[in-house]
């Protein structure tokens, strides 16, 4: 439960930091336009509230690595538009963070699941 909450707050400010300056992130990350820079921040902001407090927290869990799966399909797209290395990069990145993702969603299915968990 701590691990979604954490990954609650982190998405959180990354979301935050995707929407409010998609300028500088999609220049960090060597992408062409910022507005699906800005798009993904709104996503991950929409989901922080149910990573942070939502029940069953398994599903919010899954959620985010739904939409990382998203992101990732978006960054690679990207990396056939261009020679730059960055969202490639980005992308492996994401898929190791989705693996981890989608393990906690599947442990906390596991938990909730459990008859007076109430989850």
């Given at each position: 439960m701590r691990?979604?909450?954490t990954v609650g707050v982190g998405t959180t400010v990354l979301g935050g930091g995707l929407a409010y300056a998609?300028?500088?992130v999609?220049?960090?990350l060597g992408l062409r336009r910022p507005e699906p820079v800005r798009i993904i921040g709104l996503a991950d902001l929409a989901l922080a509230p149910g990573l942070i407090?939502?029940?069953p927290r398994w599903r919010w869990m899954a959620a985010r690595a739904a939409l990382n799966v998203a992101i990732i399909a978006y960054l690679l797209d990207e990396t056939r538009r261009t020679s730059e290395p960055r969202p490639?990069?980005?992308a492996l990145g994401l898929a190791a963070l989705t693996v981890g993702?989608?393990?906690t969603a599947w442990s906390l299915?596991?938990?909730e699941s459990r008859p007076g968990?109430?989850?």
């Open positions: 691990t979604a909450a998609p300028d500088a999609a220049a960090a407090a939502g029940r490639r990069t980005a993702d989608g393990a299915r596991r938990t968990h109430g989850g």
